[in-house]
């Protein structure tokens, strides 16, 4: 691999390195050199983590070869002076020798290793591939990640609580009653465990399934001779996590990569919320321990003497004194004087608070200790009670250890509690308990509970994180992210001296990108998504225009990114009644991002699916800013061509934490002689970063191309300019003509097609995971034969292979194909037979000219290919002129509605028989739209619903299940509501148009 002279050390690059990839790289060194802390920020697509690793690893071999120089030495060797030369002119070029470090390292004395760090595992692992295409794939690694993604035991990985795997993995190893465990102990020096190379987590399970050991065990021993270490960047800044998976940062380099999340982790990680019912909980869990092991009486000696297997590791004297602090901490948070919009404390206040339980400095060793044996216990037993396994006490094992973190200097640390943390204390309503009173008196009913008290206990300074990490001594921190800008600003938040900076341009050209800030929609309406305008119909209706037009002109891949999920959903809602959704999604089919994490996976591959399909025109996804699309997510190419920013996302001014956010930066403005954030420039800071991390999402390479549109008129303010990320600005264009903006974006795609390389599309396709059985109706339930989409029949398969359990899903991967004519049946009749359905969440190929399926050769015969007749289109616009689709403005002129050609009355069309085909595909598109405009867990409650009007013919229960999912939690599907009529039985359809008439008046 070619080698580059780079700040006096000699790296291997793959190729000759661009110019930002040379600065980045001798930054790198020059904080490796120094022993100095760095922030370098570096746009996506630039190379930055192939740089940051070929320099970071070209400096550990020299700072290697440099230790063994001085072992030489230390030896006194022959050709002394010969090696003493050697030795100093290695430490001229990579800096002076680590001193000796405590605790484990991959070298006996002083050996320095690189820790990795980025947000998420996903991230990680695109790192690992990187390191696969250095030259410095010799290099010993390890990633560590949890037992939730690592632990192979049958037993231990199905427990849903993360709190009770660890406890009861760590119960299994110390007893030897895991055999994956005691099989990796037994092959510790098996070759195939310790040359494993460059493996990612995924990997690694693996690794340990074919070897039957412990992948997250191994991940840790491996971890001792490493090189260079990967792991989530909160096992770094969570002290907690730093000790629980015995990460050593003293004399090892610490990278942070994606580091602009890097002060929210520093302050969510020292941040806890305690409710009362947590207490209440915990009262609870300790009564039930009680009862079952000392309920008849025995004293602790007599059931020692017992010799039972779960015997505990804590007496019951030690329970008593346990609940009555519990019911101390109980009565002195109902004693909190507590005003109607809450009240808050400095941080001091909990120190206080826990005091009049007396939970001390002097004491919280010994109950924390305690409080780990008891979850430990719950977490291992098998009792029924034990349901929540130790949860609320682990909560409050984490407040103690936060509270009463070990710190040479007391008084100093109760210091940087009032300094930095906020205690906010309110009354909530209460959820749903199941809370049971005891003789204690101490767990109350639901009924008694009037209100829920809260306690919120909040880091505000980013730096009390960042020292506590200075405070292991590491070799460097670097800081790295493609978008960090205003680095002052980062800087300031972090409060730590950071002497080595970097903004790198990016490496693409003027022609590769189009920014404009679009202040008009085409009716010529502002665009300004402020509090006061967002609801605005007419901003919403100018919006949704604005988007029309964009995707009549980007091509492939567009990203629509709003400023939270109920602005989205407000538009969604709003454009769906217009008409405009419909209109978007003939040009460019619609994904919405789920609000929670099922079925994200499945809706983004759809997405990716669609626009790599040559039969569609690419695709639309509607995401939130701060969510998950706008996090680490690849839209290169093809997949994001167009990033439209449709307002910028404040924080909510009146949420809890952004007011007493807001409120220590003005309380601690100019305090002790330090610079920190006003509290307006942190609530800037907190919109623009959001904004750079959404528009990182169009270029991610050099070849790259792609727009940026910020559709609001705020973004004209030099201060939203500044805030910007470098890269960016130089390109920024500010057009108040619509029309003219759409010209030059329409120009702008036309000639990157011609200069720049065209980007590989690869072809849709559809995994299954089900037998290679098309979807069909099994109506006569003698047979179940299969029909293919061009007509021919396929081999006929078991019945057997058939559910009984329906979805409206189904109806998704039977609308390509037809129902038989000839016999005429109910249609929930129908799905009430046995029925073979295969699940496609992607309906792609059903409009286009390509099989469903892949077979292989061996599979399945080959069906004869029909040949289709495809009529022309009756008209084709394609001018400029037409198409900019507004109501009026100065953008250009409205788009005219041609009169679509109808057959003639008693023509042939007329006459032919009726198929039961187009009905099948009218549920499917009914069915699809559904799917589209809800939620994954919403529609999965449709689903629900629907399977049980189909079995229990409930039309009352249907009524309110449907319009709670449909009318519910501020959506309006009305016209989703009402198509629901379809799938009712004739004798309930009166009954539906009855209550339509009423609920829904016209």
């Known amino acids: 691999m070619p080698e580059y002279m780079i700040n006096g050390i000699p790296v291997n690059f793959p190729f000759e390195p661009y110019s930002v990839q040379s600065a980045y790289m001798e930054k790198v060194l020059e904080c490796l050199k120094k022993r100095e802390s760095g922030m370098l920020e570096s746009p996506t697509g630039t190379g930055k983590t192939l740089s940051l690793l070929c320099a970071s690893l070209s400096w550990l071999s020299l700072r290697k070869a440099q230790q063994q120089a001085e072992s030489l030495v230390v030896h006194r060797l022959p050709d002394g002076d010969f090696v003493t030369g050697l030795q100093n002119s290695l430490v001229e070029a990579a800096g002076p020798l680590n001193m000796p470090r405590a605790g484990t390292s991959s070298w006996e004395s002083g050996g320095t290793q690189i820790i990795y760090a980025s947000r998420t595992h996903s991230q990680l692992s695109q790192a690992i591939q990187e390191l696969k295409k250095t030259g410095y794939t010799h290099t010993k690694m390890a990633v560590l990640g949890s037992r939730d993604q690592m632990c192979i035991h049958p037993e231990v990985s199905k427990e849903e609580n993360n709190i009770a795997k660890m406890h009861k993995c760590q119960a299994y190893t110390k007893s030897h009653a895991c055999y994956f465990y005691s099989n990796l102990e037994r092959k510790k020096t098996d070759p195939a465990l310790r040359d494993v190379g460059i493996l990612d987590i995924e990997d690694l399970v693996k690794l340990g399934q074919k070897q039957r050991v412990c992948p997250y065990f191994l991940a840790r021993d491996l971890r001792k001779d490493a090189d260079v270490i990967f792991m989530p960047y909160n096992y770094i800044l969570d002290q907690k996590h730093l000790k629980s998976h015995g990460v050593e940062l003293t004399n090892n380099v610490v990278i942070l990569d994606e580091a602009h999340n890097v002060e929210k982790i520093c302050e969510e990680s020292v941040s806890i919320c305690i409710r009362s019912t947590d207490v209440a909980l915990c009262i609870q869990e300790i009564t039930q321990v009680m009862e079952s092991l000392y309920g008849n009486g025995e004293s602790s000696a007599e059931f ?584 009026a403005g100065e953008g250009g002129r409205a788009k005219s509605n041609p009169s679509h050609s109808t057959s003639k009355p008693g023509s042939s069309k007329d006459k032919a028989p009726v198929s039961s085909a187009p009905k099948v595909q009218e549920i499917g598109s009914y069915l699809m739209e559904v799917k589209k405009s809800l939620d994954t867990v919403t529609y999965q409650r449709f689903s629900k619903l629907t399977r049980a009007y189909d079995k229990e013919k409930d039309f009352a229960a249907l009524l309110t299940a449907l319009w709670e999912v449909m009318m519910g939690d501020g959506r309006n599907l009305r016209h989703l509501f009402k198509g629901y009529r379809r799938f009712l039985r004739a004798s309930h359809k009166t009954k539906f148009d009855a209550y339509c008439a009423t609920m829904i008046p016209e």
């Open 304 to 887: 020692s003497q017992r010799g039972d297997a779960t015997q505990p590791d804590f007496s019951p004297e030690e329970l008593c004194i346990l609940k009555t602090v519990f019911l101390e901490v109980e009565k002195a948070i109902d004693d909190i004087p507590v005003e109607s919009g809450g009240s808050t404390f400095d941080g001091g206040f909990i120190v206080e608070l826990l005091a009049k339980a007396q939970v001390t400095y002097e004491k919280s060793h010994l109950l924390l200790d305690l409080l780990v044996k008891i979850v430990q216990y719950l977490s291992v037993t098998g009792n029924s009670p034990f349901r929540y396994k130790g949860a609320a006490i682990q909560k409050f094992v984490e407040l103690l250890k936060i509270v009463f973190r070990a710190s040479n200097e007391r008084t100093v640390h109760i210091g940087q509690l009032k300094r930095c943390f906020k205690v906010h204390v309110t009354d909530e309503e209460p959820k749903k308990s199941k809370l049971k009173s005891d003789s204690w008196g101490g767990a109350k009913t639901s009924a008694s509970i009037v209100k829920e008290r809260v306690i919120t206990y909040l880091c505000f300074s980013p730096a009390f994180g960042m020292k506590q990490l200075l405070e292991n001594d590491p070799h460097c921190v670097i800081l790295t992210s493609g978008t960090l800008s205003p680095l002052s600003s980062l800087m300031s938040e972090l409060g730590i001296p950071i002497p080595v900076t970097l903004e790198n341009p990016h490496v693409i050209g003027s022609g590769q990108v189009f920014v404009s800030v679009i202040s008009t929609g085409p009716d010529g309406f502002a665009l300004n998504s402020s509090y006061n305008t967002r609801n605005d119909p007419q901003y919403i209706s100018s919006l949704g225009m604005t988007v029309l037009n964009v995707c009549r002109i980007v091509p492939h891949g567009i990203l629509v990114f709003f400023p939270s999920y109920p602005v989205l959903y407000k538009c969604r809602d709003e454009w769906q009644q217009s008409g405009l959704w419909s209109k978007v999604a003939a040009h460019k089919p619609i994904f919405v991002e789920p609000r929670s994490r099922d079925g994200f996976h499945s809706t983004i591959s759809e997405y990716y699916n669609k626009v790599q399909d040559p039969a569609t025109r690419g695709a639309c996804f509607m995401a939130v800013t701060r969510g998950k699309v706008s996090e680490g997510l690849d839209f290169m190419d093809v997949n994001g061509r167009a990033v439209i920013v449709t307002g910028l996302p404040y924080p909510p001014l009146m949420d809890t934490y952004v007011k007493l956010k807001r409120s220590y930066l003005r309380e601690n403005q100019g305090k002790n002689g330090t610079q920190c954030l006003t509290a307006d420039e942190w609530y800037l800071l907190e919109a623009t970063r959001a904004v750079n991390q959404a528009i990182g999402r169009v270029i991610r390479h050099k070849d790259d191309y792609g727009a940026i549109l910020l559709c609001d008129q705020r973004f004209q303010g030099l201060s939203f300019k500044a805030a910007l990320s470098s890269w960016v600005r130089p390109h920024m264009k500010m057009h108040n003509s619509f029309g003219l903006m759409i010209r030059e974006l329409k120009q702008f795609f036309v000639n990157a097609e011609k200069t720049l390389p065209p980007p590989r599309v690869k072809a849709p396709s559809c995994e299954l995971k089900a037998p290679p059985v098309a979807a069909s109706f099994d109506m006569t339930a003698k047979r179940s034969s299969t029909v293919s989409r061009t007509g021919n029949a396929a081999p006929q398969v078991s019945s057997s292979s058939s559910t009984s359990e329906w979805s409206p899903d189904d109806y998704l991967a039977t609308a390509a194909s037809s129902l038989p004519a000839e016999k005429k049946t109910d249609l929930f009749e129908a799905l009430e037979k046995p029925t073979t359905v295969i699940n496609l969440n992607d309906t792609s190929a059903v409009s286009c000219g390509k099989s469903l399926f892949k077979w292989g050769d061996s599979e399945l015969p080959r069906a004869k290919k029909m040949k289709l007749k495809v009529a022309p289109p009756k008209v084709i616009v394609s001018s400029f002129q037409d198409s900019v689709d507004l109501s």
